[in-house]
């Protein structure tokens, strides 16, 4: 397993941008699939987005496609989630996580088996 330490949250306004990071420890970084997903207070855990372990696929809920984009430099154990035009809806804490998929879904949170503590994010009107 990894270790995963999400930075980067904070408050916004709406129609801003925050750049979200997640520090992984360990040399096997490169061989997760990563996936952000968030939390709203009520709410249960949502898929956010999600990035295959070389990061030649991205995959993105509907609620954020265009919007939001993942990243990852191997280089650094750091994946990114890059988060632009923001909305209030968006506000939520949004939590790192990191996987081996192979023939599974990265929309499921059930695929991963590592966890940030994640970072809130709030969007203010």
């Known amino acids: 397993q990894v270790q995963l330490v999400e930075s980067g949250g904070g408050l916004v306004q709406t129609g801003g941008s925050l750049r979200l990071s997640c520090a992984a420890s360990?040399?096997?970084?490169?061989?997760?699939?990563m996936g952000w997903f968030r939390q709203a207070p009520g709410k249960e855990r949502e898929f956010v987005a999600g990035i295959s372990w070389t990061g030649g696929s991205t995959y993105y809920a509907d609620s954020v496609k265009g919007r939001f984009t993942i990243s990852r430099d191997n280089a650094k154990n750091t994946v990114y989630l890059q988060m632009n035009s923001l909305k209030p809806e968006d506000t939520a804490v949004y939590y790192c996580?990191?996987?081996?998929?192979?023939?599974?879904?990265?929309?499921?949170?059930?695929?991963?088996?590592?966890w940030g503590q994640g970072t809130q994010v709030t969007v203010s009107s």
């Open positions: 996580a990191a996987g081996r998929i192979y023939s599974g879904s990265y929309y499921s949170q059930r695929s991963y088996n590592n």
């Open positions: 360990g040399r096997t970084f490169s061989s997760y699939a």
